[in-house]
């Protein structure tokens, strides 16, 4: 499975957070607010902009002022405020901010709000996993889910996606992501019924992690196949979800649809989020090799993906070669980069892409050649192997030869000019034909003012149109008349 499990937030712009106070304190204050105001307005809007805030702030998190906001934002002595004291290491006073220390004057909130109880589990679980305390950071999300499940407010639902991604994190760092299954269920099932989309998009995206993680391929596409589908409401969710569906198409061979998944993932992917679009370009350019294309150089030298990418322009090399030990090589020597990406049940389908090549290349250069030599070209253990991969390739329709196996030999028909046919001809017709319908399609689109086909009439026509209409209107007026 991939190592690169979060993808990294863009950096919230200089102008984001106030600039005339330097506290780290200050700032959490400010986002307290701004959840507060997003709370009583109803504004979803505020939650998504704080938590943008907060991911800004995350390298700046310290215990001290964890436990600081943590006596602003919550009732001293009550539940969630001892539980979540109790996660936080205790600090020499003498390493506080400045700002941290007038904190104890102000007045806590008498009636914290359930928004700002679940930013406070939030702001704890983040910091407990980037000090890298797993034991702690499971205790904390299993208490915030616990917690969680007694809410139904839609200002929560944003920041319950959030814990929902860091309560499956702190899991799978401990290697016992297993355990939670039952749990990611009943919580989707519960955004279900709550008719919380954000939800349940996060938490099918951490099932399916689930799943796959262990090889469950198969439950896994039930999962996605029955679960509700409406419009993604998150980019960053709807490339995980399409990655995985990509790699689910993988395993079941159609890798056409895998390949449209991961390519999609690929491009819609944030630019920082650089760890998983090199994971979604390693896939594709396995989905690629199995369909028989031979991905560009450029996939390969995109920016920062160059030492990642490696392996497999080397494998790329070795199948557009068709040379099978070359192939056998680079899959000896980077077995286990492919063993951690999850790639390496899908490089051994290429051996026979790799075969496949080179007898195309030995019946381009052959018109006649013995079943012998074929098998030292191709590396090939036995001439029974050879025998059978051509009789095979023959029949797919990959080379166009002929069996002689009395002799024991390939026999390579001669290919003819194909100029000297008529498939240029046709094939130009085509092509012209093609234009010529596109043509007229986009002349029977055009709009076009009303009688404008219509020949416009000269003067003398006009006047004598005119002096018409004038006499039928001055015979009707006089048989008006005569009627009253």
């Not at 995350?58 to 996660?87: D, I, M, Y």
Request: hydrophobic share 40%; net charge positive.
């Amino acid at each position: 499975m991939t190592q690169d499990v979060e993808m990294k937030e863009q950096a919230a712009p200089s102008n984001s957070l106030p600039s005339s106070s330097p506290s780290t304190f200050h700032h959490l204050k400010e986002i307290a607010t701004l959840i507060e105001t997003g709370a009583y307005a109803r504004e979803v809007r505020r939650v998504l902009r704080a938590i943008r805030f907060t991911m800004a702030l995350r390298r700046k998190l310290k215990a001290s002022v964890l436990s600081a906001f943590l006596n602003f934002a919550l009732t001293p002595g009550s539940e969630a405020h001892s539980r979540l004291s109790s996660f936080i290491p205790k600090e020499d006073e003498h390493e506080m901010e400045v700002d941290t220390a007038t904190s104890a004057s102000q007045a806590p909130a008498k009636h914290s709000l359930p928004e700002l109880e679940i930013y406070c589990y939030l702001l704890v679980l983040i910091f407990l996993i980037d000090q890298k305390k797993y034991d702690e950071a499971k205790a904390c999300s299993s208490a915030s889910i616990v917690r969680l499940k007694n809410m139904n407010r839609r200002t929560v639902d944003v920041l319950a996606a959030r814990l929902y991604f860091y309560y499956s994190l702190c899991y799978e760092l401990t290697g016992d992501l297993d355990e939670i299954r039952g749990n990611l269920l009943a919580l989707h099932r519960i955004a279900t019924l709550r008719r919380d989309e954000l939800g349940q998009e996060t938490l099918l995206n951490l099932l399916l992690r689930n799943y796959l993680h262990y090889n469950l391929y198969d439950q896994a596409e039930k999962l996605r196949s029955k679960a509700p589908r409406f419009e993604a409401h998150s980019n960053q969710q709807f490339c995980r979800y399409l990655f995985y569906l990509g790699k689910i198409r993988t395993i079941q061979l159609e890798y056409t649809d895998a390949k449209e998944c991961l390519l999609q993932a690929a491009r819609k992917a944030p630019v920082a989020a650089l760890g998983f679009r090199v994971q979604c370009n390693k896939w594709a350019i396995i989905v690629r090799l199995l369909l028989g294309e031979i991905p560009e150089r450029t996939v390969f030298m995109q920016k920062g993906m160059g030492k990642a990418l490696r392996p497999y322009f080397e494998l790329t090399n070795a199948v557009r070669i068709g040379d099978l030990e070359l192939f056998r090589s680079v899959a000896d020597k980077f077995s286990s980069t492919f063993s951690s990406d999850g790639t390496h049940n899908l490089i051994v389908r290429l051996r026979h892409n790799v075969i496949r090549t080179g007898l195309r290349n030995i019946s381009i250069s052959y018109s006649r050649i013995s079943l012998v030599d074929v098998a030292k070209k191709l590396r090939l253990d036995s001439v029974a192997d050879a025998e059978s991969i051509v009789a095979k390739a023959i029949r797919d329709g990959a080379i166009d030869a002929t069996l002689d196996h009395a002799n024991g030999c390939m026999l390579s028909k001669e290919t003819g000019d194909i100029y000297s046919t008529t498939e240029p001809q046709m094939a130009f017709n085509s092509r012209i034909a093609f234009c010529l319908n596109m043509h007229n399609e986009a002349v029977r689109a055009l709009r076009f003012p009303p009688n404008s086909h219509k020949e416009k009439e000269s003067s003398e026509k006009r006047r004598e149109r005119q002096q018409q209409e004038q006499e039928l209107a001055k015979h009707i007026a006089e048989e008006d008349d005569d009627e009253f």
